[in-house]
């Protein structure tokens, strides 16, 4: 077995980490999962990559257990590593990690060895490389930014803008049935709270048995962001990219006659190789905004309808849309996802891909993660961690064994004052 690691700049560690027994006989392998390679996702529009941020590799080769992991603030790392670890080595991922800030940071290898934490720049690196040894087979590392900030706001601020509500990303993804609840004091909270659902503060917002929320009355149980504002406000592409998808879909008839609309904004951070991916879901949108408004016209007759369509490049702060409330919405207000293609927990990368007469109207929650970050006085984002073993029952694409990736925080800035929440001065 080849281990590489590069020089890195040693910095003062502050790190929260945890791990999962690997002598556990309860614990399950899951080397196939980690051993494939979808490979690198075609390009759309690229956003650069911000200042400060470096790139990492890390390679596997399944004929011999080998494994090399390397991180340089600039540079080419999966170039020189294929060949040192073996004939038929295979990059496992290859992203962004911050040099200077906070870093999430994984590490899984054969027979259930799973380590995790998070640190400032190449301290984070360095711990988690020295959770395994030459012992351990297939370790595949995921090291993930805990900001990346190339976001604008999905609405212009400045004006007559009123957000008058909004909710928040629910963590767990309402999973009850499907995993043990969580004890909140792992999130640095009062401990013994049983947890089905948390917000990015790590308060608890739904109990075991209950969706009744408990700590913070703007949370739902969905991993979305809810903002009510005027009808047909324009939303605007929150970054460079391209339009994957953008229809009507049908949900449950208890929501109404009305097709819910859904537009789906592809966007690149970076080139090539070390580029990450992200999908920003936009939901509700009117599909009969008011035509004497001439703005809202020339869209209508540029775009063809109500919405910017499929396979239209786009640029940040592009009219896109305009707010509405189709679908399985109680008012005007835009739900906002987002989803994360590279660097998950069970897979290097995944094509995205909408499916408008699908039960989630999209191909898996493998990818779903919080742009506005993990953010609780203690503990690493569970979403990364809480999922491994747990298969996704909304129609994952092929070769994707596992749920699970790390959240980052992906705004350049957003009118927080206008966002309503309780959940401390994190937020």
Sequence with gaps: MKQLRATLLAIPLSLVAGCLDPNDPNVDTYEDELLSDPGILPDVST????????TYCSVTDPTNGGWVLSAVAAGDPCTNLRSSVGPKAVVARAGLWDTV??????????????????????????????????????????????????YSSPFTVAGTLSITGGSVFGYHLNQEGIAPPWDTGEFGRPGGLLAMEVDRTGLRTSMLGSNVTISNPYAVP???????????????????????????????????????QELFLETQVGTGEYAEHFVAAYHHMNPSPNLLDPAILANWLKWGGPMAPKGTVVKKGDVIAYVGDSGCSGGAHLDFMGFRLTNLTGARSYTFAALPMGVAGVNGWQGVFDPFGWAAPGGVDPLAYKFIGLQDNFSPPAGINGMGTFSINMWESFPFAHLPHNGGASW
């Design 47 to 54: 956003t650069p990559i911000p200042p400060g941020f470096g």
């Design 101 to 150: 800030g906070s870093n999430n940071v994984m590490v899984r290898c054969d027979r259930g060895v799973l380590f995790f934490g998070r640190g400032t720049g190449a301290s984070a690196v360095n711990w988690i490389f020295s959770r395994v040894t030459s012992a351990n087979k297939n370790c595949v590392f995921i090291i993930s930014p805990t900001k990346l900030p190339v």
């Design 222 to 260: 969905e991993a979305a962001y809810d903002w009510s504002v005027d009808q047909d406000t324009p939303l605007l592409a929150v970054a460079d990219g391209v339009i994957r998808a953008s229809y009507g879909r049908n949900v449950p008839s208890s929501c109404g006659p009305e097709p819910q």
